[in-house]
């Protein structure tokens, strides 16, 4: 392992409390796969040596798990990564398009990475936000109803490193090691920053409740206006 001494100190210390979590160290495996993305940008040989020794697992054990989940990355990654739905729903709302809008204005393909080290492009399947369809992910912070045009402009926000919100979430993207470190399980603050849930995911709860808490099925009447309409038409 070629981690700095101090590098190293640190991700045994954090590591140390990944494992408390749990009653058996190799049950920490996922988490401490984040951790060490939070560190190298993604899963290094480093990666796969530091776990294997500390969670008492062989290479090829670690391995095994590191390629079966797509967010664990065997190269190094952008900062950003765009991850554009292209499952039917999205994919029929403009999901494709924006996808290609950005393959051409960035210049890769998926699972790709900028040659500036800022971006990496990728297809995603389905994230659960099939109501704001088409959905764009920065860093897993939802990016809803977007268009090629706010796709690309969301990129260039990002950049030239002005604010960019995302849609639901945090005030700001964290960066794939700010939010690997996240996900490895430290708490990073965010916490309840910006709306987790958008009018059109609890319209059906709100019609119930407005007509005495019975089922009912939303009209698109009684959706709220979706983001990024006006952008939609302007793509047409
Ligand atoms: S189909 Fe894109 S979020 Fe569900």
Same mark, same amino acid.
């Given at each position: 392992?070629?981690?700095? #001494?101090?590098?190293?100190?640190?991700?045994?210390?954090?590591?140390?409390?990944?494992?408390?979590?749990?009653?058996?160290?190799?049950?920490?495996?996922?988490?401490?796969?984040?951790?060490?993305?939070?560190?190298?940008?993604?899963?290094? #040989?480093?990666?796969?040596?530091?776990?294997?020794?500390?969670?008492?697992?062989?290479?090829?054990?670690?391995?095994?798990?590191?390629?079966?989940?797509?967010?664990?990355?065997?190269?190094?990654?952008?900062?950003?990564?765009?991850?554009?739905?292209?499952?039917?729903?999205?994919?029929?709302?403009?999901?494709?398009?924006?996808?290609?809008?950005?393959?051409?204005?960035?210049?890769?393909?998926?699972?790709?990475?900028?040659?500036?080290?800022?971006?990496?492009?990728?297809?995603?399947?389905?994230?659960?936000?099939? &109501?704001?369809?088409?959905?764009?992910?920065?860093?897993?912070?939802?990016? &809803?109803?977007?268009?090629?045009?706010? !796709?690309?402009?969301?990129?260039?926000?990002?950049?030239?490193?002005?604010?960019?919100?995302?849609?639901?979430?945090?005030?700001?993207?964290?960066?794939?090691?700010?939010?690997?470190?996240?996900?490895?399980?430290? &708490?990073?603050?965010?916490?309840?920053?910006? #709306?987790?849930?958008?009018?059109?995911?609890?319209?059906?709860? &709100?019609?119930? !409740?407005?007509?005495?808490?019975?089922?009912?099925?939303?009209?698109?009447?009684?959706?709220?206006?979706?983001?990024?309409?006006?952008?939609?038409?302007?793509?047409?």
């Amino acid at each position: 392992m070629s981690y700095a #001494p101090e590098t190293l100190r640190a991700l045994k210390r954090d590591a140390s409390q990944i494992m408390a979590r749990y009653p058996s160290p190799r049950s920490a495996l996922l988490p401490m796969l984040h951790l060490t993305q939070s560190i190298d940008g993604y899963v290094s #040989p480093d990666a796969i040596a530091f776990c294997a020794e500390t969670l008492d697992l062989t290479a090829s054990e670690v391995s095994a798990v590191a390629t079966f989940y797509s967010q664990f990355k065997r190269q190094p990654n952008g900062q950003y990564t765009l991850g554009v739905c292209i499952t039917s729903l999205c994919g029929l709302m403009g999901g494709d398009a924006i996808y290609e809008r950005l393959s051409e204005y960035l210049g890769v393909g998926n699972d790709q990475t900028t040659d500036d080290g800022l971006f990496t492009l990728e297809k995603i399947e389905c994230n659960a936000a099939c &109501d704001y369809a088409p959905v764009m992910m920065v860093n897993w912070e939802f990016f &809803d109803n977007q268009t090629p045009t706010s !796709a690309v402009e969301v990129v260039e926000a990002l950049r030239a490193g002005r604010p960019c919100r995302p849609t639901r979430g945090p005030d700001q993207v964290p960066t794939f090691k700010e939010v690997s470190r996240t996900l490895a399980g430290f &708490d990073d603050g965010l916490a309840n920053q910006g #709306p987790s849930a958008g009018a059109p995911s609890v319209v059906g709860k &709100d019609l119930a !409740a407005a007509q005495g808490g019975t089922s009912v099925v939303a009209d698109a009447a009684g959706s709220a206006p979706a983001p990024g309409a006006a952008d939609k038409e302007a793509d047409k």
